[in-house]
C-alpha cells in the first residue's frame, strides 16, 4: 500500500522555464506536508514545508496544498540548472513521516 | 545547526552477522526515523521513535529491531544481515509531537553492503 504517490519523472524542462512537481497521499488525517530536494550522493534537505491549505511561496518556490483532493504540489520558477536533482515529497500522519519515491528534475542550460 | 551523526558512512558486513547502525542527534528531538534509500523505490521507513524506549513499525520492519535508551541515540539493529539488505541508510530526527509541524533533518547516510 503506497501512501505518498508523485509524478514518475525524470521531468526536463530548459533553463528559465517553471517545473511542475506533484503528489497524491492517501491518508487524510495527514498533517503536515514537506519537500526535499536530493543531491546525488547527498541526503534529503528540506526546501518547502506546507500545513494549510492554499499557496505558500519562498523565493522561486511555491507549494500548493489541496487537502480535499489529496493533492500537493510544488512550482519552481525560473528553473536553474542548479535545480537538478530529485524532489521527495513527504507526508507527515501523527508521529510518521512517508515519502514518495522522488521525481528527478533536470533543467537544461 | 541541527546535526545528525551517523556512526560510519560505508560498512561492509558479512551474510549472517548482526550489524549494529547507530545514529546520535545533538538537538534535543523527541522523533527519529530510520529509512532505507534504493533506486527505483525511494526512502522507505522502517522504524520510528517518538520518545525514549517507545519505538513504532515503519512500512518495512521485517529483519530489522531498533533500539532507544536516550532521547539522542536511536540504533538500527540487523539481526542476521543478509545480502538484500545491502542499502543506504538514512538517520533523520526533528522536533515535536503528533501532527508537530516540524521539518526531519538527515544524516549522512550508511551504504551497506552485506557480502
Known amino acids: 500500500q503506497k501512501e505518498v504517490e508523485q509524478n514518475s519523472g525524470p521531468l526536463s524542462v530548459p533553463e528559465g522555464a517553471i517545473a511542475s512537481l506533484n503528489c497524491t497521499y492517501s491518508?487524510?488525517?495527514?498533517?503536515?506536508f514537506f519537500w526535499y530536494r536530493q543531491y546525488s550522493g547527498k541526503s534529503p534537505e528540506l526546501i518547502m514545508s506546507?500545513?494549510?491549505?492554499g499557496d505558500k511561496e519562498d523565493g522561486r518556490f511555491t507549494a500548493q496544498l489541496n487537502k480535499a483532493s489529496q493533492y500537493v504540489s510544488l512550482l519552481i520558477r525560473d528553473s536553474q540548472p542548479s535545480d537538478s536533482a530529485t524532489y521527495l515529497c513527504?507526508?507527515?500522519?501523527?508521529?510518521?513521516?512517508?515519502f514518495g519515491k522522488g521525481t528527478l528534475l533536470t533543467v537544461n542550460p | 545547526d541541527v546535526k545528525v551523526t551517523q556512526s560510519s558512512r560505508y560498512l561492509v558486513k558479512r551474510t549472517g552477522e548482526k550489524v549494529f547502525l547507530e545514529c546520535v542527534q545533538d538537538?534535543?528531538?523527541?522523533?527519529m526515523f530510520w529509512y532505507r534509500q534504493d533506486p527505483g523505490l525511494g526512502l522507505r521507513l522502517i522504524y520510528f521513535?517518538?520518545?525514549?524506549?517507545?519505538?513504532e513499525k515503519g512500512d518495512i520492519p521485517e529483519g530489522y529491531s531498533v533500539s532507544r535508551e536516550k532521547k539522542e541515540r536511536f540504533s538500527l539493529i540487523l539481526e542476521s544481515a543478509s545480502t538484500n539488505q545491502t542499502s543506504m541508510y538514512l538517520c533523520?530526527?526533528?522536533?515535536?509531537?503528533?501532527?508537530?509541524?516540524?521539518?526531519?533533518?538527515f544524516g549522512q547516510g550508511t551504504r551497506l553492503t552485506v557480502v
Open positions: 533523520a530526527s526533528s522536533l515535536g509531537a503528533a501532527g508537530g509541524n516540524t521539518e526531519a533533518f
Open positions: 491518508d487524510r488525517v495527514s498533517q503536515s
Open positions: 506546507i500545513y494549510s491549505n
Open positions: 513527504a507526508v507527515r500522519s501523527n508521529y510518521k513521516l512517508t
Open positions: 538537538m534535543d528531538h523527541e522523533n
Open positions: 521513535s517518538y520518545d525514549v524506549k517507545m519505538k
